[in-house]
């Protein structure tokens, strides 16, 4: 089967944690014997696309570019006068309500982020390259399921679910932090655009199985597949590390940890860093006893030099990817409760969960790791043999989604 994975986020380098999810996604497919497109909406809001690494990644002839160039209006209104419509008067109104101070001048537009001209250009490639499946990353672009013909399989990879997620924010330093946030509603339009909508975590799942209610889209959870190549082995530093892009969860989040808990763990262990990987370190400020290693191209390399994983995430939804990636570097992970959110118990046999705000008990998990080598090491063969096992059940439910039988 030809399957086209249609997104505006690069897959590679995968340096953040969405970034991943669709490389190893894509992986997965084609390691289910399926022919990968990867159809890249070009987009000025990433600035480090780069196209010789994907042709590597998917093949001479897999990759492919659609353009969100801006046409005039008359040409915009002629090719789908309603989304013109519909965003201008939405977003008039939305200016008003934020003046207000009003919760609806939070919202987004469901299309916000799309452009007529991108289900044009993908209509195009499907026809060119009868293409038999196609995977569209994010429910803001779930518009360009439209008009591709009826025996098309549309499968909508969420990695998160936008309903309401500004009210996470609103009480934090930046409370348009929340990058994208929809009504309920909207956000059911999306997922009855698709045949099979994809939720990253089970709990998410049973959510969105409630909002649809009996309507037809099926529902089912594949989490992020687990890259089981990366597995650390030399355990010798006590360092410990925080893995994560620079969104306003993870700075909010980690500025808290720097305040609250490493001044507890460096005043027990001196000598002991935090060691920071990945476009986070662009929103920390330089700090005693953080190392920052900035984007790294190996996340065994960032493991290694710390082999204890930190996730002292306070606020957000979906699954976090920083988790589940120590897990298959088989590495012990210390997080909070909102961190572990979206694992279940099974899974976390290497993790050390401590309440949100618990800020002594999470410097005395820490220390305890970075005591002991052996201890490091076995907790990590337990999070490593938990990875295994994760990995099988998520490839078997993508297996699932994409056996499915078109009438």
């Known amino acids: 089967m030809r399957v086209a994975f249609v997104s505006a986020i690069p897959a590679v380098p995968a340096n953040a944690g969405n970034r991943s999810r ?41 990759l492919h570019f659609v353009s969100r160039k801006r046409d005039s209006l008359k040409e915009r209104l002629a090719e789908d006068p309603a989304f013109e419509v519909g965003l201008t008067l939405f977003r008039a109104v939305r200016k008003i309500y934020r003046l207000l101070g009003r919760d609806r001048g939070f919202y987004n537009y469901l299309d916000e982020f799309y452009y007529p001209e991108i289900g044009r250009q993908i ?3 499907q026809r060119r390259l009868g293409i038999d499946a196609v995977i569209v990353e994010y429910a803001f672009h779930s518009r360009a399921f439209r008009g591709l013909p ?72 594949v989490s992020h597949i687990l890259d089981l190549n990366q597995r650390v082995e030399d355990f010798t530093s006590d360092d410990f590390l925080f893995l994560g892009s620079g969104n306003d969860a993870n700075a909010i989040s980690l500025n808290g940890f720097l305040q609250n808990v490493l001044p507890l763990v ?33 996340l065994k390399d960032a493991f290694s030099r710390a082999p204890v994983s930190i996730n002292p995430i306070t606020l957000g939804t979906g699954i976090n990817i920083k988790l589940l990636d ?11 409760q909102t961190g572990a959110r979206g694992l279940s118990e099974h899974y976390r ?11 002594q008990a999470f410097a005395n998990a820490v220390l305890w790791l970075a005591s002991s080598q052996q201890q490091r090491r076995e907790l990590g063969d337990r999070a490593f043999t938990d990875a295994v096992e994760w990995k099988r059940r998520q490839m078997a439910a993508l297996g699932n989604v994409l056996d499915v039988k078109r009438d």
Do not use: M
Not at 50 to 60: L, R
Not at 279 to 284: F, N, P, Q
């Open 349 to 359: 046999n290497g993790v050390i969960v401590v309440d949100d705000g618990d800020h």
């Open 22 to 62: 669709i490389l190893q996604l894509t992986r997965a497919v084609r390691s289910l014997g399926h022919d990968v497109h990867f159809v890249y909406i070009d987009t000025p809001i990433i600035a480090d696309f780069d196209p010789a690494a994907h042709e590597v990644e998917f093949g001479s002839g897999h």
């Open 326 to 336: 120590a897990l298959a570097a088989g590495v012990p992970t210390v997080s909070t």
């Open 150 to 221: 009826a025996d098309v399989l549309r499968i909508l990879d969420t990695h998160d679910s936008f309903a309401d997620r500004h009210r996470a924010f609103v009480k934090t330093p930046n409370k348009y932090g929340y990058w994208f946030s929809v009504p309920p509603k909207a956000e059911r339009k999306a997922f009855r655009r698709a045949d099979v909508v994809l939720s990253i975590q089970e709990e998410e799942e049973r959510i969105f199985r409630q909002l649809l209610g009996n309507e037809t889209p099926t529902v089912t959870t």
């Open 266 to 298: 460096r005043a027990a262990r001196p000598g002991i860093r935090l060691v920071l990987a990945g476009s986070i370190c662009d929103r920390i400020k330089d700090t005693e006893g953080v190392l920052k290693l900035g984007r790294v191209d190996s």
């Open 123 to 125: 209509r195009d490639v």
